[in-house]
């Protein structure tokens, strides 16, 4: 197995590893902050609330692995755009560390619980998404015209994108927002799976 498919494979399981912690982490965290009173059951619910910490923390490091990893395939055809998505993923990835650890902070300053729930609410609503879209688009781009993947999937990506840049910029309510996001998601989780089985495509360059 040549290193480009080995390569192709650990991009494509860190894509699923952080849609997962992504998702199932922000849930845990989201679950216990949205109670009634959490802080009179927060230190109750504290096993789930650290899981979704470390889930959120491996997302964040699985952001920059995928960063990492694509640097030098992009960088083959344009070192600009190459600067250009590791800088986005790794704001996306100083993000949601910093999303990640607000929940810490609010069991340790009790009285500013509040302003630390919305700090991480922008934080997960605005600044993740953006740092996210922008790196995204850089890398649906790069994918489309150099066909390493096919272009069916750069296609849906850019849609996908797209929605969640509206989802960001509306703020729509639970429902609508799933609906918004879910094409990224299953765009994400394909693409993983992809370059899991089948790696790049470099017939057509």
Do not use: H
């Amino acid at each position: 197995m040549n290193s480009e498919k080995i390569i192709a494979r650990f991009i494509g399981a860190l894509f699923l590893i952080a849609m997962f912690s992504s998702l199932v982490g922000g849930g845990l965290i989201e679950d216990v902050l949205s109670k009634d009173n959490f802080l009179d059951t927060i230190y109750q619910s504290a096993t789930q609330l650290n899981a979704g910490v470390i889930l959120e923390i491996v997302n964040a490091i699985s952001v920059i692995g995928i960063a990492i990893l694509f640097y030098p395939i992009i960088k083959i055809k344009n070192e600009s755009l190459a600067i250009g998505y590791v800088c986005f993923r790794i704001l996306e990835s100083i993000f949601c560390l910093a999303a990640a650890v607000i929940p810490l902070a609010i069991i340790k300053l009790n009285s500013d619980a509040e302003m630390l729930i919305i700090i991480r609410n922008t934080i997960a609503s605005t600044l993740i998404p953006l740092g996210f879209s922008l790196g995204a688009l850089i890398l649906y781009f790069f994918l489309y015209t150099t066909k390493l993947l096919p272009r069916f999937i750069s296609i849906w990506g850019f849609i996908a994108v797209i929605l969640i840049m509206i989802l960001n910029i509306f703020k729509f309510d639970m429902s609508i927002g799933m609906f918004l996001a879910l094409p990224i998601i299953l765009n994400e989780i394909v693409m993983g799976i992809w370059l899991i089985t089948k790696g790049f495509n470099r017939s057509d360059n």
